[in-house]
């Protein structure tokens, strides 16, 4: 029986967000807060092959980022409020914001590379275009 039959394809949408295993959709995907485990404990996919990198945190920090500051010139703009306001109510939605979407952000971006293969560009022929 062949991984595929076995394991039919999984939306990187579903297993992703919701941190589970991108090949069986049930195994946990952390083993900590945003430490990968080294395996799936269901169906044991080796997890070493996701490296996320950055992205999670730029996508997070991006997104949340947008949408917070937004409030934030909507609520400075509409009721001139003092800079303590803004520091006991915009930082904490910051915070608290991005700490919130990383590990979702960072379960689709796994599930992704897994279900779209991806893997280390290479070359596979020197000189095939030609002398140059």
Known sequence: MTESAAYPPLSP???????RCPRC????LYKGFLTLAPSCNVCGLDLSFADPA????FFSMTGVGLLI????AWIEVAY?????FHLAFTLPLLVIGCL??????KGWLVASQYYYKAEEGKFEH???HGPF
């Open 13 to 19: 949408w579903k297993t992703g967000p919701a941190c």
């Open 126 to 128: 020197y000189g095939k």
């Open 69 to 72: 500051m937004a409030l934030f």
């Open 25 to 28: 959709g049930k195994g946990k």
């Open 54 to 57: 950055d992205g999670p945190a």
């Open 100 to 105: 919130a979407t990383l590990r979702p952000i």
């Open 80 to 84: 001139h409020p003092p800079i303590a």
